[in-house]
Antibody, heavy 119, light 107 residues
Framework: EVQLLESGGGLVQPGGSLRLSCVAS????????MAWVRQAPGKGLEWVST????????YYADSVKGRFTISRDNSKNTLYLQMNSLRVEDTAVYYC????????????WGQGTLVTVSS | EIVLTQSPVTLSLSLGERATLSCRAS??????LAWYQQKPGQAPRLLIY???NRATGIPARFSGSGSGTDFTLTISSLEPEDFAVYYC?????????FGGGTKVEIK
């Protein structure tokens, strides 16, 4: 059974930093593209970032480019999202998601971790 | 950036009725479109990929159609567990984008 377990969320002040982690199990992590998708309270889904299975390619939404960095450690089956220069509008539940085959559709999701940016 | 516009925003229907949800893209996404279902307090679930293919374990009452800029998700006969929010999503171009969602509620 595929499991994705996010951690690292919490309350942070504007301008601060957080690192989210997502530990994967139940599949061969190194074979799959992975992503972070967020959802602000009461709002819709917003794609944040994607990383290729071998980490040789990364992609970002314009809203986070230059502030967030996605990475992965295939030896630890772990996906990361380093978030710097956080803004109030980054407040959201952040989901880790597993790609479907080699495609950037998201077939498995974690339970999400809440990031709150507030003074 | 490709903008996905979903309509209607809210769909009020009764059990057993047919639901038709629309997603329109601001430019062609070919068939690189998916649909997700999200219930309150839960993560999204992939229903349809590449416009018309059901994901593993998805009941046959869910079907997708369309290509280019106009797509439809149809639920042939609503079951109690189908009342939820539905999102379309394109992977044709970076940045990936989602539609704003359609809420299917009980009438």
């Amino acid at each position: 059974e595929v499991q994705l377990l996010e951690s690292g969320g919490g309350l942070v002040q504007p301008g601060g930093s957080l690192r989210l982690s997502c530990v994967a199990s139940g599949f061969t992590f190194s074979n799959y593209v992975m992503a972070w998708v967020r959802q602000a309270p009461g709002k819709g889904l917003e794609w944040v970032s994607t990383i290729a299975h071998s980490a040789d390619s990364t992609y970002y939404a314009d809203s986070v480019k230059g502030r967030f960095t996605i990475s992965r450690d295939n030896s630890k089956n772990t996906l990361y999202l380093q978030m710097n220069s956080l803004r109030v509008e980054d407040t959201a539940v952040y989901y880790c998601a597993k790609g479907f085959e080699s495609r950037s559709y998201w077939e498995s999701w974690g339970q999400g971790t809440l990031v709150t940016v507030s003074s | 950036e490709i903008v996905l516009t979903q309509s209607p925003v809210t769909l009020s229907l009764s059990l057993g009725e047919r639901a038709t949800l629309s997603c329109r893209a601001s430019q062609s996404v070919s068939s690189f479109l998916a649909w997700y279902q999200q219930k309150p307090g839960q993560a999204p679930r992939l229903l349809i990929y590449d416009a018309s293919n059901r994901a593993t374990g998805i009941p046959a009452r869910f079907s997708g159609s369309g290509s280019g800029t106009d797509f439809t998700l149809t639920i042939s006969s609503l079951e109690p567990e189908d009342f939820a929010v539905y999102y379309c999503h394109q992977r044709s171009n970076w940045p990936l984008t989602f539609g704003g969602g359609t809420k299917v509620e009980i009438k």
